[in-house]
């Protein structure tokens, strides 16, 4: 089945996101407002800096499309500034997000831009544990997860990659690294 995805392209650097996705055969269109989403089967929100996208969502339309495209079940998967864009609870400072995965998350959680890091962690899913690689910076953490949110990757004991429905979250940037797995598990959970 061919999917067409879609990734934010308001802010950060959603063009890699794109560069994993063609390696993956996928169909991918950049988002910049509201009507871009009609016909769009799953959507990627990027890194960035969070209050930075609120501000831009809101001026674009694009925070109540999004809300609305997730209140259908379409698929949703937000790395960094994204995961805290779809958490329920965000600390260190609270902000609005869209409430659509049942996670709290604390901005700057692994630290300031001095801390980056990239490092190994471990996927599971059905087929077993795998190594996968992350990049991190100033990357938020997971806090909590609450009920029906499955843990999928965990790296440094931590948490890192969760599901909830139709809804992914990564605390790193899948997009910086050449590791598929992030990217192509949310294209076979689209399709």
């Not at 990357?139 to 997971?142: E, H, L, Q, T």
């Given at each position: ?9 308001l ?18 269109h950049?988002?910049?407002k ?7 089967d ?9 209050t930075?996208?609120i ?16 209140a259908?079940g ?6 960094c500034?994204?995961m805290i ?5 965000v600390?260190?400072?609270?902000q ?9 998350v ?8 001095i ?23 100033r990357?938020?953490?997971?806090t909590?997860l ?9 790296c ?12 992914v979250?990564?605390?790193?940037h ?6 598929l ?11």
């Open positions: 089945m061919a999917v067409e995805l879609g990734v934010l392209g802010q950060g650097d959603y063009a890699a996101h794109g560069a994993m996705l063609d390696r993956l055969g996928a169909t991918w950049v988002i910049k509201p009507s871009q989403l009609d016909g769009i799953g959507l990627v929100m990027p890194g960035g800096e969070s930075t996208l501000k831009l969502m809101d001026s674009s339309g694009l925070w109540k499309a999004i809300a609305d495209y997730a259908l379409k698929p949703v998967f937000g790395t500034a994204g864009l779809v958490a329920k609870d600390i260190n400072p609270a609005r997000s869209l409430g659509l995965i049942d996670i709290g604390e901005r700057n959680g692994y630290g300031r831009q801390d980056s890091a990239e490092v190994g962690g471990i996927f599971r899913d059905a087929e077993g544990n795998r190594p996968m690689d992350m990049v991190f910076i990357a938020p953490r997971i909590r609450g009920d029906g949110v499955e843990a999928l990757a965990e440094r004991g931590d948490v890192v990659m969760a599901r909830q429905d139709r809804v979250v990564a605390s790193f899948p997009e910086l690294t050449d590791d797995t992030a990217h192509r598990y949310f294209v076979e959970m689209v399709a």
